[in-house]
């Protein structure tokens, strides 16, 4: 299963956007899909998962409220609101089976959209 990420762009800050990461070659119905993001100059950081099993969401805290994970059959979204200067990176999908406990972990993925460049600025 391949992911592609999309729905990047510019946006002023305040604004919206919202990330698609589609599955090609399968589903994602048995996966686990995390969203992740790489600021300018910073590493890779966790934002948020939904799980395939609960469906329950987790977020990283300076998303929460702002941001939304959701999914369907065969792709994953995140709608973002009230966007900040800070949320500038490159956001990456990413699908796997993470216990609980890991999903902040970058290693136990299985795979990887190419990323999609969000960026705000007035």
């Known amino acids: 299963v391949q992911l592609q990420a999309s729905g990047g762009g510019l946006v002023e800050p305040g604004g919206a956007l919202r990330l698609s990461c589609a599955a090609s070659?399968?589903?994602?119905?048995?996966?686990?899909i995390s969203w992740f993001r790489q600021a300018p100059g910073k590493e890779r950081e966790w934002v948020s998962t939904?799980?395939?099993?609960?469906?329950a969401t987790y977020y990283t805290d300076s998303v929460k409220g702002r941001f939304t994970i959701s999914r369907e059959k065969n792709t994953a979204y995140l709608q973002m609101n009230n966007l900040k200067p800070e949320d500038t990176a490159i956001y990456y999908c990413?699908?796997?089976?993470?216990?609980?406990?890991?999903?902040?972990?970058?290693?136990?993925?299985?795979?990887w959209g190419q990323g999609t460049l969000v960026t705000v600025s007035s």
């Open positions: 939904i799980r395939h099993t609960t469906k």
């Open positions: 990413a699908r796997g089976r993470p216990a609980l406990s890991a999903i902040t972990d970058e290693s136990i993925y299985y795979s």
């Open positions: 070659g399968g589903t994602l119905d048995s996966y686990t």
